[in-house]
């Protein structure tokens, strides 16, 4: 049963516009959410967090949406960077779940010049 | 820099082998989380540990056992070693176990083999 999900693989975009990527969860119990970036080799860096009693953080570059009612979340990158390429997972956690995260399978962004 | 540290950074055990991988935290860090992460697929939880007693486990089976202890330091013990435990373990450190508190910090992971 995966209650996070990152329904894109993979995602490309052009140097200055918009990054998009999406994750849905199903546990509506979840009070805490989180961005981390991983290139290969290194263990995931943490980017950007939501608290289930916002809609909204923002930080520089990086933004996070969270859409309660439809169990979704979304980062916005502005403008994209090749820096930026990477895999992107998100990840939930909090209510019944505990101390634990539970992520999602990531999406691989990929930044062209 | 996370302040994490994790070792070795890779190793080949065959089947049936023991292995113990070690994590440093963060200062001041008193959780620790351990991961398994298979390609492709995002890391899933093996269990935690707070002030040194387990806080809580994933859907692993025992043979997968913890320690941590006072210094900040911990282990990630497996028994019996299966072809399938073949992943990047990573550890990650946090202060606390709720809420922002919660943000966890990774290291870069052990990469283990078994043949």
């Known amino acids: 049963d995966q209650q996070v999900k990152q329904n894109s693989p993979s995602l490309s975009v052009q140097e200055g516009r918009i990054s998009i990527l999406n994750c849905d969860y199903t546990?509506?119990?979840?009070?805490?959410f989180l961005w981390y970036k991983k290139y290969p080799a290194e263990g995931p860096t943490f980017l950007i967090s939501?608290?289930?009693?916002?809609d909204k953080n923002e930080d520089g570059r990086f933004t996070v949406f969270l859409n309660k009612s439809a169990k979704h979340l979304s980062l916005h990158i502005v403008p994209s960077q090749p820096g930026d390429s990477a895999v992107y997972f998100c990840?939930?956690?909090?209510?019944?779940?505990?101390?634990?995260?539970?992520f999602g399978q990531g999406t691989e962004l990929s930044v062209k010049p | 820099e996370t302040g994490v540290t994790q070792s070795p950074t890779h190793l080949i055990k065959t089947r049936g082998q023991q292995v113990t991988l070690r994590c440093s935290s963060q200062?001041?860090?008193?959780?620790v989380s351990w991961y398994q992460q298979a390609l492709g697929q995002g890391p899933q939880f093996i269990f935690q540990?707070?002030?040194?007693?387990?806080?809580g486990r994933g859907n692993f089976p025992p043979r997968f056992s913890g320690l941590q202890f006072p210094n900040y330091s911990s282990e990630l013990n497996v028994n019996a070693l299966e072809l399938d435990d073949s992943a990047l373990y990573l550890c990650?450190?946090?202060?606390?176990?709720?809420?922002?508190?919660?943000?966890?910090?990774f290291g870069a992971g052990t990469r283990l083999s078994v043949l």
């Open positions: 990650a450190s946090s202060m606390d176990r709720m809420g922002a508190k919660n943000i966890q910090y």
């Open positions: 546990n509506s119990m979840f009070d805490y």
């Open positions: 939501i608290s289930s009693i916002k």
């Open positions: 990840a939930a956690s909090g209510g019944n779940q505990g101390g634990k995260l539970i």
């Open positions: 200062s001041g860090h008193n959780t």
């Open positions: 540990y707070y002030r040194e007693e387990e806080n």
